[in-house]
């Protein structure tokens, strides 16, 4: 096999911090390379240097033997590098069809012609994407995939995925694999980064493991094991066994007060008549397919979205009847909403990360000429960012600047500093890495041990299992099941979402 | 790259940035105007030139503040003029000025919290939105409130030329009242709780606001401020000139403070920018204004030579930014 990809010697510093430094690696022809190491390891940024985002301080990037510097993503996808981002980057007020033949459009682009062009692109793909669509209008899961259409169509021959999988549903994981597949059958190589390690050893051919900028190992997967990867990823063994190792059920928290109760809940076609309740001092967990309407349920309950004027139902929030215009008004009452899209309603990116933190203190208060300073706010953001080990090159660092993983644990920060009596985590652990999901998922349980009502949704079976004391299952914008984890199987929990 | 010479650093460092292009062209335009233009700088000339973009600067400072939380407000000028001619017009129907001049301010008030409410309730825009409040401001004006284009100043209020023509140790009020107001914003903006909730709205309307900024109280108390802050020029304005001219609404004034905000550096995007980028867009425009007008440059030509060191600016950044380093958003396309 030749290579097509060798990094020699390269490193990229950002503000004489190396984000990466030596790292000597080839990708070859026709084969899958997993790409795994810690939140804020290097992953994104040495991929983001082969996509032509960023150029190398030192060290060199070849090219089937040649060597390369990049100025833009358009040159690195004429050289027929493609990269599909760990935030998604589409343009939102544009079709599903036009997204996909963007930087690829001919003089006049036929709107049908376009349309049917991407119709057919995304079934022979499989995908499930109307191409008339606005992409502002998909969820996540569909989002993912008009990107991944899109490198297709691209032609490109190497593909980077930054974390493709975190978004998807485990039947989209599956169409993902199998696309992969394809991809490697047509000579593509392939650079793929996840947390999900059993990804990584079931579809890489190779697996390169990042530290602290370093590249600590870079060997066949057949070599690899589970704990031999995560020895190497954060150099020293893990004991803790995530997800439910334990074979001894943990004890299930007794439910408090009756914090938040939804009566047929109705907006849009969305949520259609959900019914739910949500106890103080225990974790509920909230199942669903993509599409079921769990975030929007919450969402309203949080005050983010406006449930329906008439019929819309009710909500109660400690027993009082509620109708929230704005998430102001939740937030006042100790609702707090951690929201699945950082980028869209998570982060203030051009900002620092302990005024990201702050403000979610700050926007708790009334007085509009209060006094704040800098130092207030480094101090009082210091205890989250320690306790939840947020890693930057620097102090000062914004959050743009940030790994997608510590972006993720200050979205989750900022909602903590608020010190919520019911906080909703949608997808919490999305885009974190092994140990720092241990240490979110602790987080979370000891809010619920001091007497929070706590919501996690996830799509993640495993995750809901671990967590919660209670599970409810969505489908179709309702609340179909209702059990105790003690109750509960992924048998069970996967039948009633899905039938 | 470490035998690089210190003044090539320091000259990456001063055109690394948008605010350093504009701080060298505003050096270089002084240098060339001192030595081209004889009468350019002596201190009567320096002084008339600040005082005479004071006015502006403060204006800019009110834009800013909108700007910054992802705002416009293009109807500054129109709530100036009209708020400050009918305290006028009020005053010589017989009432003592200082008591118009407070019914003036609450008219600018409410037409500053009545724009807010719009766009906080009514999703509408900030520049459509802005826009026609402007033009409706103006049309009640001259239509309900008074019918001169010219107002004078009401005889006998000698107090009121203080703000405008006298001087405290040799500086005028006016430029006084600038760097109080640039005081004033920049506490504001970088140590409250409005000011970082600005810089949030700016930074991420959506973030915002499921973090609980009250987002509708901000945006109304944005335009309401700089309603205020317009009138506080337009009372500036009046008192230097002894009188106020309607006309000014369809001069080129609001262009001239998206010209100072766009060159000092303020983003038109939002969240980013701070009170000294306002100062160094006013000193640069005022170097301009005040070199063409030694010059006599035509009116006509000044707007051009405006425009095409508004649209350099904005290229020289891009060029001296490209996209793809640190300021790259992932990479779009
Ligand atoms: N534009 C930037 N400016 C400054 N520092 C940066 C920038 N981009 C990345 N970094 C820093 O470089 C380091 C590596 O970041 P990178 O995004 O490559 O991590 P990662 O391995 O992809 O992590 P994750 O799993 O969380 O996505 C981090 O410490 C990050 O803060
Ligand atoms: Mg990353």
């Known amino acids: 096999m030749t290579d097509v990809v060798e990094f020699r010697d390269a490193t990229k510093a950002f503000r004489g911090n190396p984000a990466f430094r030596n790292v000597n690696l080839t990708l070859r022809k026709g084969e899958v390379l997993a790409l795994v190491g810690e939140n804020g390891a290097g992953k994104s940024t040495l991929t983001k240097v082969l996509a032509g985002l960023y150029r190398l301080t030192s060290g060199e990037l070849r090219l089937e033997g040649a060597p390369v510097q990049f100025a833009s993503p358009a040159e690195a996808l004429r050289c027929g590098v493609a990269m599909v981002f760990q935030e998604t980057n589409l343009i939102p007020s544009m079709t599903v069809a036009q997204n996909i033949f963007l930087g690829a459009e001919n003089f006049f682009n036929r709107l049908r012609g376009v349309n049917i062009a991407a119709q057919q692109h995304l079934q022979s793909l499989n995908f499930p994407v109307e191409p008339t669509a606005l992409v502002s209008s998909l969820g996540a899961a569909k989002k993912q995939m008009v990107e991944i259409a899109r490198a297709v169509h691209h032609k490109a021959r190497i593909f980077i995925f930054d974390e493709p999988t975190a978004t998807l549903t485990p039947e989209e994981k599956q169409h993902f694999f199998a696309l992969i597949g394809t991809l490697k059958k047509q000579d593509a190589s392939i650079i793929f980064i996840s947390h999900a390690l059993e990804e990584a050893l079931t579809i890489a051919d190779r697996i390169a493991v990042l530290r602290d900028g370093q590249l600590i190992v870079a060997d066949d997967a057949k070599n690899f094991t589970r704990e031999r990867i995560v020895q190497a990823m954060v150099g020293r063994q893990l004991t803790a066994q995530l997800y439910g190792g334990e074979t001894a059920r943990r004890r299930v928290r007794k439910r408090g007060e009756k914090v938040l109760a939804l009566e047929n809940v109705t907006m849009g076609k969305a949520v259609r008549g959900a019914t739910l309740s949500v106890y103080a001092g225990q974790i509920t967990g909230m199942f669903g397919l993509v599409g079921a309407g769990r975030t929007e349920m919450m969402k309203i309950a949080a005050g983010v979205l406006k449930r329906d004027f008439w019929h819309g139902g009710r909500i109660k929030l400690r027993g009082e009847p509620v109708r929230f215009r704005v998430p102001r008004q939740a937030v006042e009452r100790g609702v707090a909403y951690v929201t699945e899209d950082r980028k869209l309603d998570g982060l203030f990116e051009s900002m620092r990360m302990a005024q990201n933190v702050f403000l979610g203190r700050l926007a708790m208060g009334a007085n509009p000429v209060a006094y704040v300073t800098m130092a207030e706010a480094r101090r009082q953001s210091e205890r989250w960012l320690d306790a939840l080990n947020v890693r930057a090159i620097d102090k000062n660092a914004k959050v743009i600047e940030l790994s997608g993983g510590n972006q993720q644990k200050i979205v989750v920060a900022k909602s903590l500093i608020q010190n919520p009596s019911l906080i909703i985590f949608d997808e919490p652990t999305r885009g974190v890495d092994v140990g720092a999901i241990a240490e979110i998922h602790h987080m979370i349980q000891s809010l619920a041990d001091a007497g929070a009502a706590v919501v996690v949704i996830s799509s993640y079976l495993p995750e809901i299992l671990s967590l919660s004391d209670r599970i409810l299952v969505a489908r179709q914008g309702r609340i179909v099941e209702e059990m105790t984890v003690d109750e509960a199987t992924e048998e069970k929990i996967m039948y009633a979402a899905v039938h | 790259m470490t035998n690089t010479p210190r003044s090539r650093r320091l000259a990456s460092r001063l055109l690394g940035s948008q605010e350093g292009i504009v701080f060298v062209l505003a050096a270089t335009a002084f240098v060339v105007f001192a030595l081209a233009l004889p009468g350019f700088a002596t201190p009567g000339n320096l002084v008339s030139l600040v005082r005479s973009v004071s006015v502006l600067g403060i204006l800019a400072l009110g834009m800013a503040i909108v700007v910054i939380g992802r705002g416009i407000d293009v109807a500054m000028i129109a709530t100036m003029v009209v708020s400050v001619s009918w305290a006028f017009v009020i005053a010589r129907t017989g009432y003592p000025l200082a008591e118009a001049l407070v019914i003036g301010g609450a008219f600018a008030l409410v037409a500053g919290i009545l724009i807010g409410a719009l766009i906080a309730y009514g999703d509408v825009p900030p520049i459509f939105a802005t826009l026609a409040a402007g033009s409706i401001i103006y049309g009640l004006g001259r239509t309900f409130f008074f019918t001169l284009e010219m107002q004078n100043v009401p005889p006998g209020n000698d107090w009121f030329d203080f703000i405008g023509k006298s001087r405290v140790l040799g500086v005028p009020v006016t430029v006084i009242a600038f760097a109080v107001l640039c005081a004033l914003a920049h506490f504001a903006l970088t140590s409250t709780r409005f000011g970082w909730q600005t810089y949030?709205?700016?930074?991420?309307?959506?973030?915002?606001?499921?973090?609980?900024?009250?987002?509708?109280?901000?945006?109304?108390?944005?335009?309401?401020?700089?309603?205020?802050?317009?009138?506080?020029?337009?009372?500036?304005?009046?008192?230097?000139?002894?009188?106020?001219?309607?006309?000014?609404?369809?001069?080129?004034?609001?262009?001239?403070?998206?010209?100072?905000?766009?060159?000092?550096?303020?983003?038109?995007?939002?969240?980013?920018?701070?009170?000294?980028?306002?100062?160094?867009?006013?000193?640069?425009?005022?170097?301009?204004?005040?070199?063409?007008?030694?010059?006599?440059?035509?009116?006509?030509?000044?707007?051009?030579?405006?425009?095409?060191?508004?649209?350099?600016?904005?290229?020289?950044?891009?060029?001296?930014?490209?996209?793809?380093?640190?300021?790259?958003?992932?990479?779009?396309?």
């Open chain 2, 200 to 333: 949030a709205m700016g930074s991420n309307p959506n973030t915002a606001r499921t973090t609980g900024v009250p987002m509708r109280a901000m945006v109304i108390a944005h335009y309401a401020l700089s309603a205020l802050v317009a009138y506080v020029a337009g009372l500036i304005l009046a008192s230097s000139a002894s009188a106020i001219n309607a006309r000014l609404y369809n001069s080129t004034m609001i262009y001239d403070i998206l010209l100072v905000i766009v060159l000092g550096g303020i983003g038109l995007n939002g969240g980013a920018g701070r009170i000294r980028n306002v100062v160094l867009g006013t000193i640069f425009v005022g170097i301009l204004l005040n070199g063409m007008t030694i010059l006599d440059v035509p009116f006509t030509i000044q707007n051009l030579v405006k425009g095409v060191v508004l649209l350099l600016a904005i290229v020289f950044d891009s060029l001296v930014n490209p996209r793809d380093e640190q300021t790259s958003q992932q990479g779009d396309l």
